[in-house]
């Protein structure tokens, strides 16, 4: 996903055409997609959440983060959590 967001100037279209990587070199958007679509939008939010390992347990916020290998580095900070913020650094 994160590949596929750079050819479209990272807004994700809703869906995509499903073509194979060795038929077109590129991720195809389906031709009716809105770009971007509401609830696309949130796919960067769930990603991050993903590679971070974010979870909720009970009052914590657990994190369990594994970058994909083009990505060395990652801090986010201020994560809203149970009425407070949270940092979280990946290495």
Do not use: N
Not at 49 to 68: I, K, Q
Not at 72 to 81: A, N
């Amino acid at each position: 996903m994160l590949e596929a967001a750079t050819y479209f100037d990272w807004r994700l279209p809703e869906v995509f055409a499903g073509y194979p990587r060795s038929r077109t070199g590129y991720p195809v958007e389906y031709p009716t997609a809105s770009s971007p679509q509401a609830w696309a939008t949130g796919t960067p939010l769930l990603l991050l959440r993903a590679v971070l390992g974010l979870e909720p347990d009970g009052d914590d916020l657990r994190e369990d983060p594994v970058l994909p290998p083009q990505i060395q580095g990652l801090s986010v900070r201020g994560i809203p959590f149970r009425g407070g913020r949270r940092d979280v650094l990946a290495t």
